[in-house]
């Protein structure tokens, strides 16, 4: 079946630090990849997708590539800001994008 | 302002008692989704829609019911709730298969 994990949490990093959460996935067929940002009391908004193989999703400086030889699709940022701290998901959906699975999440905090 | 609403944002019931989760999106969306969000285990899909009257399980549809007569609205109803329905439940939507999931702001739900 289809399932994402994710490194738990949480992430503590100073301003400026260099950001990565791995992220790897079992999938059948032809899945496509997202991270998703949650900030507190709110809902999930999209962060980047790549939908085939090689890929790579970027939006406000963040970056993952699809890496379909090692199932995974990390999340990157050269440099984190305060206000990026929030909590990410990955997630996969299915070849046919009618179902979501999503990884449990890992919080970010950032420090000034 | 384009936008997923649901209500109510907080419940607290007691087992056994019938609830409906309301969900409505103002963006003429075909597709929409309930999640329920729970510590370290993520997002999972509980039902999705994929048009008026066309409906088909998530991942965990069990004690779960939902119908889809109007587009714009997609309730999530618990014909008898228990404890272990106590979440945190989101609505999205997407206006077609391929495109971005809007999500609602939540519903936190306490099951007694």
């Not at chain 2, 994929?50 to 399980?57: H, L, P, Q, R, S």
Request: hydrophobic share 30%; charged share 20%; net charge positive.
């Amino acid at each position: 079946g289809n399932s994402v994990t994710q490194m738990e949490g949480p992430v503590t990093l100073s301003e400026e630090a260099f950001l990565t959460i791995n992220c790897t996935y079992t999938a059948t067929g032809y899945p496509s990849l997202f991270w998703y940002v949650q900030y507190p009391g709110e809902g999930l908004q999209l962060l980047l997708k790549a939908t085939k193989a090689d890929d790579k999703g970027s939006n406000k400086g963040f970056e993952a590539t699809y890496r379909k030889e090692t199932t995974s699709f990390h999340l990157e940022k050269g440099s984190v800001q305060v206000s990026d701290s929030a909590v990410y998901f990955c997630a996969l959906s299915d070849q046919n994008f009618n179902k979501f699975y999503f990884g449990s999440g890992t919080k970010l905090n950032v420090k000034p | 302002e384009a936008q997923v609403t649901q209500n109510p944002r907080y419940l607290i019931t007691v087992t056994g008692k019938k609830l409906t989760v309301t969900c409505s999106q103002n963006m003429n969306h075909e597709y929409m989704s309930w999640y329920r969000q729970d510590p370290g285990l993520g997002l999972r899909q509980i039902y999705y829609s994929m048009n008026v009257e066309v409906t088909d399980k998530g991942d965990v549809p069990e004690g779960y019911k939902v119908s889809r007569k109007e587009k714009r609205n997609f309730p999530l109803i618990l014909e008898s709730p228990s404890p272990n329905q106590t979440s945190l439940y989101f609505c999205a939507s997407r206006r077609r298969l391929r495109e971005t999931q809007y999500f609602g702001p939540g519903t936190r739900l306490l099951v007694l």
